[in-house]
């Protein structure tokens, strides 16, 4: 996947979890300019409201009813952050780290992320994790804590990566059962991954006991959800008769399923 995509799919996520205003709705002009939603959105920037600034930066960053300007939604975001908006520093953040519309500067990002995890954006909390993890110390204890955070406040998202650094004993001594309790809360909480890591921790015997039935249940949660991943190891599953009944049917549609949830290795060849 492209940084583009990557930053796009991103800032979906954040609107997506942001809870107490919901994005606004702004089709695309047909003529390929500015919408009258962005139009408004713009016009109440104009007046201060800072978090519609962040929301047209979103529409910049994403082409959503304007054309697509990386460096002018960067912008919009610096101006949401300057004025307090914690999200927007998050967003700032994202576009800092792979360098859209500005210079890349991971440090700078690694500190808005923090800017924005210190004022409730739980998404910069988990973002600042990943960010540490991507540095030349994997093991960075920071990120270990930073996404201790994003999952104490109740983002599901930074549960499972608390799970998987925990598992793999990155930035923390190594705990499976701890790990497989956060999977746990991730999949409940609606995160299709942490389905998967839970199922794939009974299938190891990894802080649960080990069987590939228990398996199955997960790895099919995972699936229903849209996890691609989840859906090719289920196949594996029905392909074997482990833990399933053997059907090589369902084994060839949830290859499909996983194919169409993106999992390239699941596809066939061209």
């Known amino acids: 996947m492209s940084s583009k995509r990557l930053l796009i799919a991103a800032l979906v996520l954040v609107a997506a979890c942001k809870k107490k205003q919901a994005a606004p709705v702004v089709e695309a002009a047909a003529d390929g300019g500015v919408s009258a939603g962005a139009a408004k959105l713009d016009a109440a920037c104009v007046a201060k409201d800072l978090e519609a600034c962040r929301a047209l ?11 697509q300007d990386l460096r002018r939604g960067a912008a919009l975001f610096g101006q949401a952050c300057d004025g307090g908006v914690a ?10 780290a792979e360098g859209l519309g500005v210079d890349p ?29 991507k540095s030349d110390a994997p093991d960075h204890p920071g990120a270990v804590k930073a996404f201790q955070r994003g999952c104490d406040g109740g983002l599901v ?5 608390l799970g998987l650094a925990l ?23 609606g995160d299709p991954i942490g389905c998967r890591y839970l199922g794939l921790a009974y299938l190891e015997g990894r802080g649960l006991p080990k069987g590939p039935a228990p398996a199955a249940v997960w790895l099919q ?8 991943a989840g859906c090719h ?35 066939p060849p061209k």
């Open 105 to 133: 500067d991971r440090g700078r990002a690694a500190k808005l992320f923090g800017q924005a995890c210190d004022a409730g954006s739980l998404l910069g909390c988990r973002n600042l994790g990943l960010l540490l993890q």
């Open 167 to 189: 598992s793999a004993g990155q930035g923390a001594p190594q705990d499976d059962g701890s790990a497989a309790a956060l999977f746990k809360r991730a999949c409940d909480g």
């Open 87 to 96: 999200a927007a520093c998050n967003n700032l953040g994202l576009v800092m």
């Open 221 to 228: 949660m995972a699936c229903e959800h849209g996890d691609g």
């Open 233 to 267: 190891i289920l196949s594996t599953l029905h392909a074997a008769g482990a833990g399933v009944p053997q059907d090589a049917a369902k084994a060839a549609e949830l290859l499909t399923q996983a194919c169409a949830h993106g999992d390239t290795s699941a596809c």
């Open 157 to 161: 998202f930074a549960c499972t990566n």
């Open 57 to 67: 930066g979103l529409l910049y960053s994403e082409g959503a009813g304007v054309p």
